[in-house]
């Protein structure tokens, strides 16, 4: 059963640059057709979609985030990683990794369950 | 981007109840559509993809609608379960977009 867990610092200073992990267990991120992403929540708000990385290494951003954001995966380690630079309290959020399944219209079937970030001095 | 529009914001229901939730996209999305249920401090689980399929183990009380710019998610009877944030997502185009979420409450 495929499983995703997030990991990182609950805590960032403005202006520093948050890096987050999702370690994934009961899959490979390398399998062919499948992308996976990362979603936020900020407290009592909705969703936003970050952005998506492709098996090939392909990655898409949201413009919004398009120019702080960097999404990699590290086959090796069966590891997502995403790195967002010049925090702001603005991006005090949960952080969700998600698999998009190609086979069902790249609905998110498959979320971690969240880490809490926190951007303050 | 293709902005989601839900509504309502937010419902009050009883147990036993029909409840009727619309997503509005602004431009075409055939049926990239999904829907999700959120408790609170949880992750959002999806209930239906492509506007209406049921995604595995998802009680059948849950059904999607809808095509191009208009949808519905219907829960055919409340249950105490489903008493949660329900937001649809569109999976037509990047940057996937969501719609700002219905909250049901007790009534």
Known sequence: QLQLQESGPGLVKPSETLSLMCSVSGGSISSSSYYWGWIRQPPGKGLEWIGRIYYTGTTDYNPSLKSRVTISADKSKNQLSLKLTSVTAADTAIYYCARPNSYSNYAMDVWGQGTTVTVSS | ?107
């Open chain 2, 1 to 107: 981007d293709i902005q989601m529009t839900q509504s309502p914001s937010s419902l009050s229901a009883s147990v036993g109840d029909r409840v009727t939730i619309t997503c509005r996209a602004s431009q075409s999305i055939a049926n990239y559509l999904n829907w999700y249920q959120q408790k609170p401090g949880k992750a959002p689980k999806l209930l239906i993809y492509g506007a209406s399929n049921l995604e595995s183990g998802v009680p059948s009380r849950f059904s999607g609608s809808g095509s191009g710019t208009d949808f519905t998610l219907t829960i055919s009877s409340l249950h105490p379960e489903d008493f949660a944030s329900y937001f649809c997502q569109q999976s037509y185009s990047p940057p996937w977009t969501f719609g700002q979420g219905t909250k049901v409450d007790i009534k």
